[in-house]
């Protein structure tokens, strides 16, 4: 069976890693309260979307 | 070819995925809104906007196949009572989907489903999203009369009479007793003002009761 003669050092290692990363999510802020939201979401501060309060917030 | 496929699996035997969507149809009429993964959200659409299509449609065979989905049967009288004047000038595409965000536990994205129109119904309002809507005609005269008033205190005292009247009509007697106690909370707290408004509500509750004899009239 074809195994491994070396052990992958830590560079190796770490820099095989570099491409894994996390990407950071689009934010924008509320036309409503101008608190930060997801596009397209419910702003989750004050409910509304679109100028309609869908769900509450206290 | 992707013919024959619509709809979703969602993992689940066809008797899983019908009951569940048998609840949350039941859930959405009931309450007006419901919040749901966005795959179910989707899915949930073409059933509501079946059973307001058979709403509309209104006659004995839509009411008894709307009746064979949705688990409330007072939710289907009101339904039935009520989606002409609410969704008579649309043609389907009556719900809408609002993305909230991801849920914690699992990160499922969730959204909210609920119906378009009836936006001058405020959303603050407690109460089923029909009675809201039923009562709408009477809290736009009732805003004119008086506008610090909410539509809850009008309807205690007066409307008794007029759900008697409904149930005396054979095919229906769940609308009118859905109503009655729902109404009865307001009272409790605001006894003299109520009092004091009577003679304004009354005449609003004679302009109601025509209106909804007529409704019974055309079923
Ligand atoms: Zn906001």
Same mark, same amino acid.
């Given at each position: ?16 890693? %570099?491409?894994?990363?996390? %990407? ?23 409910? %509304? ?10 | ?53 058979? &709403? ?50 699992? &990160? ?11 936006? +001058? ?22 805003? +004119? ?38 109404? @009865?909370?307001?009272?409790? @707290? @605001? ?9 304004? $509500?009354?005449?609003?509750?004679? $302009? +109601?009761?025509?209106? $909804?004899?007529? $409704?019974?009239?055309? @079923?």
């Amino acid at each position: 069976m074809a195994l491994p003669k070396h052990k992958k050092s830590k560079s190796k290692r770490d820099k095989r890693r %570099t491409h894994q990363k996390l %990407t950071a999510p689009n934010v924008v802020s509320c036309p409503q309260c101008g608190d930060p939201k997801l596009p397209h979401h419910i702003c989750p501060s004050c409910g %509304t979307y679109k100028g309609r309060t869908l769900i509450e917030t206290d | 070819m992707r013919h024959q496929k619509g709809g979703v699996k969602l993992n689940r035997t066809s008797s899983h995925r019908k009951a569940m969507f048998r609840n949350m149809v039941t859930s959405l009429f009931e309450n007006g809104q419901v919040k749901t993964t966005d795959a179910k959200a989707k899915e949930l659409r073409r059933w509501a906007d079946q059973m307001i299509t058979l &709403a509309k449609r209104g006659d004995l065979h839509a009411r008894r196949q709307a009746m064979a989905v949705i688990r409330n049967k007072q939710v289907v009288h009101k339904l039935f009572e009520a989606a002409n004047e609410r969704f008579g000038e649309i043609n389907g595409g009556y719900t809408r989907i609002t993305k909230i965000g991801m849920r914690k536990g699992d &990160a499922a994205p969730i959204s909210l489903v609920d119906f378009v129109g009836g936006d +001058e119904v405020e959303k603050g309002e407690k109460g089923s999203w029909l009675s809201r809507f039923t009562a709408l005609g009477k809290a736009k005269a009732d805003k +004119e009369a008086k506008p610090a008033a909410p539509a809850k205190e009008a309807a205690p005292v007066e409307e008794a009479p007029v759900a008697e009247a409904v149930e005396a009509a054979p095919a229906e007697e769940a609308p009118a007793e859905e109503e009655a106690p729902a109404e @009865e909370e307001a009272p409790a @707290e @605001e006894e003299a003002p109520a009092e004091e408004e009577a003679p304004a $509500e009354e005449e609003a509750a004679e $302009e +109601e009761a025509p209106a $909804e004899e007529e $409704e019974k009239a055309k @079923e």
